[in-house]
């Protein structure tokens, strides 16, 4: 899948009425299953509290 393609489907999925979990999920899983040479795909968040 070329890079054009991936980039509609995370438009996609960015776009989707549902929680941004789901949102996140989608993500890792369609980058995790098109770009076979990652071996971990996720996300970082900065706890402004610690």
């Not at 789901?22 to 299953?33: A, E, G, M, P, T």
Request: aromatic share 8%; with cysteine.
């Amino acid at each position: 899948m070329g890079k054009a393609v991936i980039k509609n489907k995370l438009n996609q999925i960015i776009s989707k009425q549902v929680a941004d979990n789901k949102k996140l999920q989608s993500i890792c899983d369609l980058l995790r299953n098109e770009i076979t040479h990652c071996d971990w795909v996720g996300f970082y968040f900065k706890n402004g509290d610690k």
